[in-house]
């Protein structure tokens, strides 16, 4: 795939999530996509989960970001690379999580085959709230 059409796809995923429209989030995904967590090592897949995440736990996330900067984007034939500086209100003042989203894109259907999201703990307990518990163990061996 063309990089620039890539990044033109990540670009409609992010802009949709910011925007909190779910449907266009998920226009953007394949029918089965995985969304990883390192260095945690963890994973939620599938399109009930991921469809869940975003029509319940992203709504509830979204309002508790009181800022953000997209800090660089690199972008291949295969894959986009963002970095991000996140401020998340955690209830006790904001906290600031800096974070790496790899966006594969499946070659087939040109769609994204979900995320690779490299960040501590702490932001992906407040990305997933009670979603956490749903992760499963990828195996780095």
């Known amino acids: 795939m063309d990089p620039a059409a890539v990044l033109a796809l990540c670009h409609e995923h992010a802009s949709a999530e910011a925007a909190q429209e779910m449907d266009r989030v998920l226009a953007t995904l394949v029918p089965h996509p995985r969304f990883e967590f390192f260095p945690l090592a963890g994973a939620i897949s599938g399109w009930d989960a991921i ?9 509830r996330f979204a309002p508790s970001v009181v800022g953000y900067e ?15 500086r ?13 974070v790496m989203s790899m966006m594969p894109v499946d070659e087939e259907t040109g769609l994204l085959t979900g995320e690779r999201v490299y960040s501590d703990d702490g932001f ?4 997933l709230g009670p979603m956490y518990e749903l ?4 195996s780095t061996r």
Do not use: S
């Open 51 to 59: 469809e869940r995440f975003y029509r319940e736990q992203y709504p």
């Open 70 to 84: 997209l800090l660089q984007e690199w972008t291949n034939e295969e894959v986009a690379l963002q970095e991000y």
């Open 86 to 98: 996140v401020d998340v209100d955690t209830g006790d003042g904001p906290v600031t999580y800096w």
């Open 124 to 127: 992906v307990r407040a990305l």
């Open 135 to 138: 992760l499963e163990p990828i």
